[in-house]
């Protein structure tokens, strides 16, 4: 292979970013210099932790016994027979260690930052969700988190505040701007630049410039490649269609990181709808957004006029996002997956069909991936199979839904 060609130019899936961190023409690097050099530097510690064997050992040892890996792959029978079409099968996220998948890249970070001799984590959390994972992951590994997070959002979101502060981590409460996600990013990005050499930003999804959206996706890939092994054990097939919910992105590629090279098995990434995609409300990233960059990375985005970032929208506040993660941008453009959109009342009702016919209440977020496999069940044949990725438990949205559907 001669030297010069890039990694990726002989794999049109790009599973690989080329050296500049480019899934075809999204991701990259649209950073400062100082910081250009601070992510090489942590994309060369992180190729060097993951060849090695010790470093593979501590983290599937942590998944196993720790996240409690594997996550089943379960048949919903009930919820199944109500779509009346191709099997519904879920592969169980939900029932990690703290709920959700980014348990997953979490401990993967906080492991990297700990080989690499940081003292500090730092993040930004909007819900809580990212905030609780990476707190959880540095009470484990022993390295002091600090997560930033908007004074409305640490009123709304009392539990996970709560966990935070118990874990111990230290909460920074932001009070400029609009004292949400978005101050609170700028917020944890300034105390990061203090000092880049000795703290690790740790991005929550395949977002962010390169290394993030390849080493996210890396840690994230356990769920496809246990999911493809569950699947053919089980059925001695592969299923005809993924589903998974599409935030920045990160549980999604995940699973279909696996089956990218797998034609028969076509993909659908779930965005949020929110009030319509005729309103303002929403954060269908894919179905509207434009080229562009931001926070660091070339991808699909939603903005103004002047290319600021829009104001989004979901009934899910883990979907909330303004862009997608580049690798999605690319299998969008050659079309290996398609991009669906799922509105509040669709996710609302798959919420409240999945607990009731199946026991399992999903959170919001996964909600939107179980709709659209409710949506597409009913229109293929008994024989077809669906693999959803639950991304998560429902416990954080119980109140919040009991209180919309007046229950
Ligand atoms: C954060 C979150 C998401 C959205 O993030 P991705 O990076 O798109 O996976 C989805 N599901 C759950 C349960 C989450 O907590």
């Known amino acids: 292979m001669s030297k010069t060609k890039s990694h990726t130019s002989s794999n049109p899936l790009n599973t690989m970013p080329d050296k500049k961190g480019y899934f075809g023409e999204y991701g990259g690097q649209i950073i400062p210099p100082d910081l250009i050099?601070?992510?090489?530097?942590?994309?060369?510690?992180?190729?060097?932790?993951?060849?090695?064997?010790?470093?593979?050992?501590?983290?599937?040892?942590?998944?196993?016994?720790?996240?409690?890996r594997p996550s089943p792959i379960y048949l919903a029978k009930r919820l199944t027979a109500s779509c009346g079409g191709a099997r519904i099968?879920?592969?169980?996220?939900?029932?990690?260690?703290?709920?959700?998948?980014?348990?997953?890249?979490?401990?993967?970070?906080?492991?990297?930052?700990?080989?690499?001799?940081k003292t500090k984590v730092l993040a930004e959390t909007g819900a809580g969700q990212h905030g609780v994972a990476l707190a959880t992951a540095c009470a484990l590994v022993g390295i002091d988190c600090e997560i930033h997070m908007g004074e409305v959002d640490i009123e709304k979101e009392h539990p996970n505040v709560t966990k935070m502060k118990i874990l111990g981590c230290t909460l920074v409460p932001v009070s400029r701007g609009t004292r949400t996600l978005k101050d609170a990013v700028d917020s944890a990005f300034e105390e990061y630049?203090?000092?880049?050499v000795n703290y690790l930003y740790a991005i929550g999804s395949v977002v962010g410039p390169h290394p993030f959206?390849?080493?996210?996706?890396?840690?994230?890939?356990?769920?496809?490649?246990?999911?493809?092994?569950?699947?053919?054990?089980?059925?001695?097939?592969?299923?005809?269609?993924?589903?998974?919910?599409v935030g920045g992105g990160s549980n999604s590629i995940g699973l279909f990181s696996a089956f990218l090279e797998d034609e028969s098995v076509k993909m659908v990434g779930v965005e949020p709808a929110g009030k319509g995609l005729d309103?303002?409300?929403?954060?269908?990233?894919?179905?509207?957004?434009?080229?562009?960059?931001?926070?660091?990375?070339?991808?699909?985005?939603?903005?103004?006029?002047?290319?600021?970032?829009l104001p989004v929208y979901s009934i899910a506040s883990g979907l909330d996002y303004p862009a997608v993660g580049p690798q999605h941008c690319h299998l969008k453009d050659i079309k290996r997956v398609e991009y669906k959109a799922i509105d509040d009342d669709e996710c609302l009702d798959a919420f409240m069909q999945l607990s009731r016919l199946e026991g399992i209440i999903p959170a919001l977020e996964s909600a939107h991936a179980v709709a659209y496999a409710m949506k597409v069940a009913r229109i293929m044949s008994k024989e077809d199979t669906i693999l959803v990725n639950l991304s998560g438990r429902g416990d954080k949205d119980a109140d919040f839904v009991a209180n919309v559907l007046s229950l």
């Open 89 to 117: 099968f879920l592969k169980r996220e939900d029932l990690n260690h703290t709920g959700a998948h980014k348990i997953n890249h979490c401990l993967g970070e906080a492991l990297l930052a700990k080989h690499m001799g």
């Open 37 to 68: 050099k601070i992510m090489n530097e942590i994309n060369d510690a992180y190729d060097e932790i993951i060849q090695m064997e010790s470093f593979q050992t501590e983290l599937q040892m942590l998944y196993r016994d720790y996240v409690g």
């Open 213 to 245: 959206p390849k080493m996210v996706r890396d840690f994230q890939s356990i769920v496809g490649r246990e999911a493809r092994e569950q699947f053919l054990t089980r059925e001695n097939k592969l299923p005809d269609l993924l589903v998974a919910c």
């Open 193 to 196: 630049l203090k000092d880049p």
């Open 279 to 309: 309103t303002d409300d929403h954060a269908a990233t894919m179905t509207l957004g434009v080229k562009g960059a931001l926070h660091g990375f070339e991808c699909y985005n939603l903005q103004d006029k002047d290319g600021n970032p």
